[in-house]
C-alpha cells in the first residue's frame, strides 16, 4: 500500500526546473447590467484586479505547491507585466534567477474580463516570433550552469507556442538531460509538437495529437490509443505517452503497460490551467517513484480538483494528499 504521507513528504526534498512560456494572467471581476447604447456589447462595471501567473509559471506554481524547489527558466519583456509576474513568482518561494529579459520582448499578458464567473471577453498582448540566436544560447547555458550547480531532479519543457522553446533550444535542453541524468517530461503545443525527440514523458491532450500526427480515430478507446503511442513512438522514441482526453480522463503507456483512467465526477467550474497541473504533479511523481501508473492517477486526481475553480490555479497541496488516500489506497 502506497504511503501518501511518505511520498508527499519526498516531493520537499525534490528539484524541479521548468523551462518554456510564462506569461502573466490579468483578471478584471466586474457585473453587467446593461447593454452598451453605443455596440450590442454588455458593459462590464469592473471592481477588482487580480493578477496571476499562467503558462510554465503555473506548471512551476503547481510544482512548488507541492513542496518541490522550483526553478523557472524563461524570458519576459523589459516591463511592468515582467516585474509583476518576478514578484508573484518569489511570493511562492519560486527560483526567477534564470531569467533572460529581454529589450525587444514583451511579457506575455492574458487579460481576462469576468462577470459572474464567466469570461466576456480575453485581450492578449505578447509576442510570438522565437527568440534570438543570443537568447537562445543564453537559455542553454544558463541550463547547464544550473544542472552543475544544483542537478534536479526532473525538467518540465512546457510549451505555449510564444517563442521560447525553438528547435535548437529544445534539442538542447534535451542534449543535456541525457547528459546529466535529469527526467525530462514535455508539455507540447502543435508548432514544435514533433521536435521533443528521446523524452522521458510526453503529455499532449487528445486535440493534439490528432492535429500532430493527422490522425482521426473513430473511437477513442484503449485499442486506438495503443495505435496513437504506437505513431508517437515511432516519430519521437520518447518513453511514456500520457494523454489527457478531457471528460473521458488519462492515458498512459510506459512500455507494454497501458490504462485509460476515467475521472472522478467534480463540479467543474473552470478546466483552464488544467493541463499545466496534470504535467506537474505527474512528472514530480514519476522523478520521485518511478511508477507511471501511480503518476497518472494522481494527475488525473490533481487536474480534476484544479477544475473546481475559476481561472488558473494552483493544487492544493493538502486536498491533494487527501483525495489520493481517499481514491487511491
Known amino acids: 500500500m502506497m504511503d501518501f504521507e511518505q511520498l508527499f513528504s519526498d516531493f520537499s526534498s525534490s ?14 471581476w466586474g457585473h453587467v447590467d446593461r447593454i452598451s447604447p453605443e455596440a450590442p456589447v454588455p458593459v462590464v462595471a469592473l471592481n477588482r484586479k487580480e493578477l496571476r501567473v499562467g503558462g510554465a509559471a503555473n506548471v512551476a506554481l503547481n510544482t512548488a505547491s507541492l513542496g518541490a524547489a522550483t526553478t523557472l527558466i524563461s524570458v519576459i ?35 481576462r474580463v469576468m462577470s459572474r464567473n464567466q469570461q466576456m471577453m480575453r485581450l492578449d498582448a505578447e509576442d510570438t516570433g522565437d527568440v534570438n ?49 535529469v527526467v525530462t517530461a514535455v508539455d507540447p503545443k502543435k508548432k514544435n509538437f514533433l521536435a521533443f525527440k528521446d523524452v522521458d514523458i510526453f503529455k499532449p491532450n487528445l486535440k493534439e495529437v490528432k492535429e500532430g500526427l493527422n490522425l482521426s480515430p473513430a473511437a477513442i478507446d484503449e485499442s486506438s490509443l495503443k495505435q ?26 510506459d512500455g507494454q503497460q497501458s490504462r485509460i483512467i476515467p475521472t472522478h465526477i467534480r463540479n467543474i467550474a473552470d478546466v483552464s490551467g488544467a493541463g499545466d ?15 507511471m501508473e501511480l503518476a ?10 484544479v477544475c473546481e475553480e475559476v481561472g488558473t490555479a494552483a493544487i492544493d497541496r493538502e486536498k491533494l494528499l487527501q483525495e489520493c488516500k481517499m481514491l487511491l489506497q
Open 133 to 181: 540566436d543570443a537568447i537562445a544560447a543564453k537559455l542553454l547555458e544558463m541550463t547547464e550552469r544550473l544542472f552543475k550547480t544544483d542537478r534536479p531532479d526532473v525538467l518540465i519543457l512546457e510549451d505555449y507556442n510564444k517563442g521560447v522553446l525553438t528547435p535548437a533550444v529544445i534539442e538542447g535542453i534535451i542534449s543535456l538531460c541525457k547528459t546529466y541524468g
Open 228 to 253: 496513437i503511442h504506437a505513431a508517437l513512438k515511432q516519430e519521437l522514441n520518447h518513453r511514456v505517452s500520457l494523454i489527457t482526453l478531457s471528460e473521458k480522463g488519462v492515458y498512459f503507456q
Open 277 to 291: 497541473t496534470v504535467i506537474a504533479v505527474a512528472s514530480l511523481t514519476y522523478a520521485v517513484t518511478k511508477d
Open 77 to 111: 519583456g523589459k516591463d511592468e507585466d515582467g516585474k509583476s509576474l518576478t514578484a508573484l513568482l518569489r511570493s511562492s518561494g519560486i527560483n526567477t534567477d534564470y531569467f533572460v529579459v529581454a529589450e525587444d520582448r514583451i511579457t506575455t499578458n492574458k487579460t
Open 296 to 305: 497518472a492517477e494522481m494527475a488525473n486526481i490533481a487536474g480534476g480538483l
Open 15 to 28: 528539484k524541479v526546473v521548468i523551462v518554456g512560456d510564462v506569461m502573466l494572467d490579468t483578471y478584471w
